[in-house]
């Protein structure tokens, strides 16, 4: 069955910082991988998505992540955090043939100013 | 607005009551989900249409819990006799459907039982 580990529960960054979110997975084959963003009490937004070729992908408000297939990784990052920033963060995977995206347990971006 | 439509946005119900909650997805998606989310939890899996077809259903928490999608467009997922365990938000997202497609959420349902 596939998984997500999301090991850090809080990540706390001054604005201005550079900042990576660690997301594992656990399949076999390569899988689909997400990134979203949620802010209190709302849904979930997309923030970019890899399903094949290159390995380093790039998704709105300045967001990337990068897939290392030998470390069955696929963490975020931002070269400048904005306060705006401020949300938690969930990693998922689809298996391919499963459709049904699994999601980690979320990490929370705290922005110092 | 052409994203996903959950209603109501907030329900507090008494403990035993039972609850009916709505998702309209995306026009053109014909896959749809519904998630429960807890406080400082990732979303979790309940089930998910293709179409009017419930393809997963065993993720569902209990045989209190039941959804429907009578025409492959809107779904409702109904909780009966709800106990003060079932506070939760509940998600719902559609996807166009295939390998590569994203799911897109609504702002789902904020759940307290009393």
Redesign the interface.
Known sequence: AQS?T?PD?HITVSEGASLELRCNYSYGATP?L?W?VQSP??????LL?Y?SGDTLVQGIKGFEAEFKRSQSSFNLRKPSVHWSDAAEY?CAV?S??S????????TSLIVHP | DTG?S?DPRHKITKRGQNVTFRCDPISEHN?L?W?RQTL??????LT?F?NEAQL?KSRLLSDRFSAERPKGSFSTLEIQRTEQGDSAMY?C?SSL?G??T???????T?LTVV
């Open positions: 997500v999301q529960i689909y997400f979203y009490g709302q849904g979930l937004q997309l998505k399903f969930f689809v391919g043939g459709y049904i995206p699994t999601f980690g347990r979320g | 996903v959950q896959r989900y998630y400082g939890q990732g979303p979790e899996f998910y293709q997963e998600l997202a459907g390998d590569t994203e799911a897109f959420f609504g702002q789902g904020r």
